[in-house]
């Protein structure tokens, strides 16, 4: 059957029910696409020293599968729409699997950056695009709260693998973990499994929505007036039947996707340097990682807390203005970092940045799919990746190149700090002119419509 993600929709989003169901099939997939390439790093050096290969040249393998799943999202986008989110994350979870088998019997580093980076990527990318579109055919008034448990998937897996891939190379070593490797990361076929497409069959629920849903509607309406243009050019059979390129001329998407860009060069590094950072000022190998588990946590628990917030009355019909608020928290947050003195600091630092790092997560893709809607969030998604995948690549090895320079970190921290605190700033004043001008749009609708109306019983009347 045709993707809910492609079609106008026939029913009314369920917004509970099996729809859980899929919520924790997400969870899963969204973890590993995001885990996985992180906790790869646990196994870098003995494969340094296997291959004899420089630290610059392991380090590239995660890069490496991070720009695939990245670069992977118009060719998701494409699959979705066409097939639907369960076979997609199904292959990709036997994908994944097989670039960890095949890696395992790797000869070469080159054979290790195909197998794990490119074919392990690309099984990644099909695994997280497909796990974000369809949770918004099954909610729309609880999507935010569904996002954010989501979205927490994540830190819970990366928590689960570290200690886990320490206990496999200690007792298997590279080889035989990767093996292993291979068999876990088929539970993304379970989690696939349990993504049964919404049943367009069944009738719209005749009941109107409560009072506390409101702001949702309103949001679904302006919505609407935004995207009335591109609403049209799909009843003509423009390109959405692949990807629809027509959101470059979206106003909300081209805010989203500008900051984006920015916000990228500066959003992974932190977390990649913050034992290094730990280290480099005398800090103990255990007491630096434990700031790792310290942010892993408080990570875990905000952002399912962000999605229950976002899901209010208060803070869904603005919700822009709260990932505004999110990106500028995370650029305040590190341009303090370098002012925070000894472990307590650094403790108090990863404690902040666990917060302010779980709230942008769980918003990346609401705030996208609130701006361009259910229907046009997977080619949007697949559209953001594949550009994003620039930034996601070369972040951190621009900040790498400033600590090289200066020989210090902080000036990493503030670079990091300023490509957060700028696209905050910007999505703050964009997204005010940008709801004031839905406002408008929303207005002028109003009035044609009752114009329209009026010359219609008049008409009537004469006749």
């Given at each position: 059957m045709p993707p809910a993600a492609a079609t106008k929709r026939g029913h009314a989003p369920p917004d509970g029910g099996w729809g859980w169901a899929v919520v924790f099939g997400a969870f899963i997939s969204i973890g590993f696409s995001y885990a996985f390439p992180k906790s790869l790093?646990?196994?870098?050096?003995?494969?340094?020293e296997y291959f004899t290969v420089s630290y610059s040249e392991i380090a590239w393998l995660s890069s490496v599968m991070?720009?695939?799943?990245?670069?992977?999202?118009?060719?998701?986008?494409?699959?979705v729409n066409r097939y639907g989110s369960r076979p997609v994350v199904m292959v990709g979870g036997l994908m994944v699997s097989a670039g960890m088998v095949l890696a395992s019997f790797g000869r070469t580093i080159m054979h290790l950056y195909l197998c794990v980076g490119v074919i392990g990527g690309l099984g990644l990318a099909l695994n997280l695009q497909p796990a974000l579109t369809i949770i918004g055919t099954y909610f729309q008034v609880k999507r935010p709260m569904a996002n954010g448990i989501a979205m927490a998937g994540s830190p819970v897996i990366l928590f689960t693998l570290a200690p886990l891939n320490q206990f496999l190379f200690d007792s298997f070593g590279w080889r035989g973990s990767f093996l292993?490797?291979?068999?876990?990361?088929?539970?993304?076929?379970?989690?696939?499994?349990?993504?049964?497409?919404?049943?367009?069959?069944?009738?719209?629920?005749?009941?109107?929505?409560?009072?506390e849903r409101n702001g949702a509607?309103?949001?679904?309406?302006?919505?609407?007036?935004?995207?009335?243009?591109?609403?049209?050019?799909?009843?003509?059979?423009?390109?959405?039947?692949?990807?629809?390129?027509?959101?470059?001329?979206?106003?909300g998407f081209l805010i989203y996707l500008i900051g984006n860009v920015v916000m990228f060069f500066g959003f992974f590094a932190p977390v990649v340097f913050m034992a290094a950072y730990a280290k480099h000022q005398g800090i103990d190998e255990y007491s630096a990682a434990f700031l790792l588990s310290i942010f892993a946590l408080v990570d875990m628990f905000m952002r399912p807390a962000t999605g229950f917030i976002g899901n209010s009355k208060w803070v869904r019909p603005r919700i822009q203005y709260f990932f505004s608020f999110?990106?500028?928290?995370?650029?305040?947050?590190?341009?303090?970092?370098?002012?925070?003195?000894g472990y307590v600091g650094l403790v108090v630092y990863a404690v902040i940045f666990g917060l302010a790092f779980g709230m942008v997560c769980a918003l990346?893709?609401?705030?996208?799919?609130?701006?361009?809607?259910?229907?046009?969030?997977?080619?949007a998604v697949g559209l953001v990746t594949i550009i994003e995948c620039?930034?996601?690549l070369l972040g951190p090895p621009l900040s790498g190149a400033l600590v090289d320079i200066f020989g210090e970190y902080k000036y990493m921290y503030y670079a990091c700090g300023v490509f957060m605190l700028v696209p905050g700033i910007f999505f703050f004043i964009m997204h005010y002119f940008n709801y004031k001008k839905l406002d408008e749009e929303k207005r002028q609708?109003?009035?044609?419509?009752k114009m329209s109306q009026d010359s219609n019983t008049a008409h009537d009347t004469d006749g």
């Open positions: 790093t646990i196994y870098f050096k003995e494969i340094q991070l720009a695939s799943m990245y670069a992977g999202g118009p060719v998701s986008s494409i699959l292993i490797l291979g068999g876990i990361v088929l539970n993304c076929c379970v989690a696939g499994a349990l993504m049964r497409p919404v049943n367009n069959n069944t009738r719209p629920k005749p009941k109107t929505e409560p009072p509607a309103a949001e679904e309406a302006a919505a609407a007036s935004d995207t009335g243009e591109q609403d049209e050019s799909e009843s003509q059979g423009c390109l959405h039947k692949f990807i629809d390129v027509s959101l470059f001329k979206h106003r999110a990106v500028s928290f995370n650029g305040v947050c590190h341009l303090l970092c370098p002012l925070l003195p990346l893709f609401e705030v996208l799919m609130d701006l361009v809607g259910a229907k046009r969030f997977s080619s620039g930034p996601v609708n109003a009035v044609q419509l």
